[in-house]
């Protein structure tokens, strides 16, 4: 065997259903040719937000959003705006500041383009570490989003994907990131199983033959670890509802984009995916870096919540605590949550579960958290809702959608038929194929990362969010096991 490579494949905004169906339809051949095997087709839950960008990370870093400070694909920085201390106060993935994402990312840690130096990328925004060569697509992402954003040919970008892909294969890479974009955007435009989408499936399907077709060629095969994953789900919207204009019907003055050049507002709200978003909330009559505490905006906001909570959009509603307790609240009742010293989860619920769990009260591990609720409505929910909140740039109040719903309208163009970014199940359930076996335990997107050092031999640092799958047996860690 010679020297080992990775080609990681996103098929953006891809379900694991979906494809599924289509697989055991023959609908997609080449598919079914490289992953055989029930244990190289299995599902795992992405993070929150299930958002284009910050979903990315797992993969790259092993960390969620949240230890890296890039909570949304939209986010506001209260401490930086009140302090003006030279560091970035808002942003927008969605366009021009994307190129800004590598700049934003936490320092300290490291991506997989730096720990495998002969590294290729095709189209992701976040590429820190990629040598000059290998970013095969530095200067044309941006080109090609603007032509597809106006076309709604994605096609054509996805063609181009697949030519780089097989390109890159010339520079004998390491590790390959290829990001396909085409069925996200087709969901986007219609729901996510339309013609045109499934369309894009059969697209990717073709680019996986073409690029086993060059491996087998190269006699490479058995040296590449190739992975087909997804950064977060997809479901048709019914309706939206335009959060930053409703929170300014209620009274407030918000700042969101596109309307950045507010200066006198004493909220922010900022929207991913769409179906998630970040509510920040003025203390007074100046910004200060402390955020508003659940009980300040109980105090002070308290219709505000009470107001959110009611509305059908919206399926959770989180604030926090000054001593780091999250407070999840719904139509169906409140739950508390904090991480205790030993970094296990503790879990009430009051009046009802707001999440809708079965006695998940109590201490847990956060392997046992994901394994007991793999499949409820709100899958690894209290893992990835403290997450969130761990992030300086986190919301004073955290809104997730109600499936069906987005929470972005009249600037979102074109019209958002489908989206992701919201907690629920139909958003966090994602594919993951593997040419290597994956085990039959519930998985994160996260463990991918230490999946792929594995392979190549290379250390697992620590203070990753991802798990050392070779360490998992029966669906649980040795750390949960002693729960």
């Known amino acids: 065997m010679g020297r080992r490579r990775i ?35 299995r599902e795992a839950t992405t993070v929150f937000p299930s958002t284009t960008g910050p979903a990315f990370l797992p993969f790259l870093t092993g960390c969620y959003p949240g230890r890296l400070n890039m909570p949304g694909i939209r986010w506001f920085d209260r401490a930086a705006w009140a302090e003006r201390n030279g560091a970035p106060s808002y942003r927008s993935y969605v366009g021009l500041e994307s190129f800004r994402m590598n700049a934003d990312l936490a320092a300290g840690r490291p991506t997989l383009f730096e720990i495998l130096p002969r590294s290729v990328n095709i189209f992701s925004s976040v590429n820190r570490g990629v040598p000059r060569r290998g970013n095969l697509t530095a200067l044309s992402r941006a080109a090609w989003w603007g032509y597809a954003h106006e076309t709604s040919r994605w096609d054509r970008v996805s063609e181009r994907a697949r030519r780089h892909l097989l390109a890159a294969l010339d520079l004998d890479p390491e590790f390959v990131f290829c990001l396909v974009p085409d069925i996200d955007n087709m969901s986007h435009l219609s729901h996510c199983r339309s013609d045109i989408a499934i369309a894009a499936y059969r697209r990717f399907d073709r680019t996986v033959g073409d690029l086993f077709a060059e491996l087998d060629r190269r006699r490479w095969r058995d040296d590449t670890l190739v992975m087909v994953v997804s950064d977060h789900g997809h479901m048709a919207v019914q309706a939206h509802l335009g959060l930053p204009e409703w929170v300014g019907r209620q009274g407030m003055r918000p700042f969101y984009y596109p309307r950045i050049w507010r200066r006198e507002f004493d909220s922010a709200v900022m929207v991913s995916g769409n179906g998630m978003a970040h509510v920040h909330v003025r203390r007074g009559r100046e910004w200060s870096a402390e955020p508003a505490w659940d009980d300040y905006l109980r105090q002070h906001c308290g219709a505000l919540l009470d107001a959110l909570v009611a ?59 994901l394994a007991a609720t793999w499949r409820t409505r709100y899958p690894d929910g209290p893992v990835q809702l403290m997450q969130v909140f761990d992030s300086s740039r986190s919301g004073d109040i955290v809104v997730s959608a109600e499936p069906g719903y987005d929470l972005r309208d009249t600037h979102e163009r074109p019209e958002h038929r489908s989206g992701h970014g919201a907690l629920h199940e139909e958003h966090l359930r994602v594919p993951w194929l593997s040419t290597a076996p994956l085990p039959d335990v519930p998985l994160r997107t996260v463990d991918a990362f230490p999946f792929v050092l594995r392979w190549v031999g290379k250390p697992i640092p620590s203070e990753i969010d991802g798990r050392d799958l070779a360490n998992l047996e029966g669906g649980l860690s040795a750390a949960s096991r002693a729960r």
């Open 311 to 369: 509305r059908p959009e919206i399926g959770l509603v989180a604030t926090r605590r000054a001593d780091g307790t999250v407070v999840i609240r719904s139509r169906a009742g409140m739950a508390f949550l904090r991480r205790t010293a030993d970094g296990r989860l503790d879990y009430r619920a009051e009046g009802g579960d707001p999440l809708g769990y079965d006695g998940l009260d109590g201490v847990w591990h956060p392997d046992d958290v």
């Open 7 to 41: 080609i990681l494949l996103l098929a953006d905004g891809s379900r694991p259903d979906v494809l599924g169906a289509l697989l055991a339809d023959g609908a997609l051949p080449a598919i079914a040719a490289a992953f055989p095997e029930p244990a190289m087709r």
